[in-house]
């Protein structure tokens, strides 16, 4: 109940600011832009999981195809810098191989990215930025699909009230995209955990996740430029 409450707080905060986006200054470039903007955005990813201590030989993961979708909100500081918070749903998918068995991980759940940005205003009012920071994952199903099984990845077990994998991850998110005037957006990501994502054998084993993505967004008051929604 409270990871529920806590999402709805959160997504109630992106339409506010969507819907009732803060004041802006008058030119083109910095001076023309909102402090305070949102918007939307879809990607596709390919995912998977790494074990650094693990052959493949042992157990491997190749990485599968998956989508994610989910809003921002853009606070505009400085003409070259910025601060940007997401929040984000993903459903990734990969391919287990261990030993004799084979089968299919799909994962579902919340991801809430904090970056830094660093950007630069282009003659015509194009955007180039490049975003950095921490981000934390909340997944509520993962499940291996074997042949004539299902595997819940995070069931406890009755005695040790341990599960294969825990629903909390952590780690770092780099992207980089171009944003045209009237506020389309085309980016690349890749984000990379740094937290042990095994429960039960997190002594003896560690499992990092790791996405690639590329999609599209759309920034709501991005439009910068004399005679434009933000000029005077």
Not at 14 to 19: G, P, V
Not at 55 to 63: A, E, I, K, T, Y
Not at 75 to 100: I, K, N, P, S, T
Not at 189 to 214: Q, W
Request: charged letters at 20%; one cysteine or more; hydrophobic letters at 40%.
């Amino acid at each position: 109940m409270a990871h529920r409450r806590l999402l709805f707080v959160a997504w109630f905060m992106l339409l506010s600011c969507l819907l009732f986006p803060q004041g802006s200054k008058a030119g083109c470039s910095h001076d023309s832009v909102r402090l305070v903007t949102g918007g939307l955005k879809g990607e596709a990813n390919l995912s998977g999981y790494f074990f650094p201590a693990l052959s493949r030989d042992m157990v491997h993961v190749d990485p599968g195809f998956g989508g994610t979708f989910g809003g921002f909100v853009f606070f505009d500081f400085h003409r070259h810098f910025g601060l940007q918070m997401e929040w984000l749903y993903h459903v990734r998918m990969a391919h287990v191989h261990q030993h004799d068995h084979k089968g299919q991980l799909f994962y579902a759940g919340f991801e809430v990215p904090l970056y830094w940005s660093v950007q630069w205003v282009l003659d015509r009012c194009d955007r180039i930025f490049l975003l950095f920071g921490p981000t934390v994952e909340y997944g509520y199903k993962a499940q291996i699909f074997e042949k004539n099984d299902v595997i819940d990845l995070y069931r406890k077990d009755d005695e040790t009230q341990l599960s294969a994998m825990k629903d909390v991850s952590m780690g770092w998110s780099l992207a980089f995209g171009y944003e045209f005037r009237f506020g389309l957006q085309v980016q690349v990501s890749c984000k990379v955990g740094f937290y042990n994502i095994l429960d039960a054998n997190r002594s003896e084993v560690e499992a990092y996740p790791y996405a690639l993505s590329a999609g599209l967004a759309y920034r709501f008051g991005a439009m910068r430029g004399k005679g434009g929604r933000n000029g005077r």
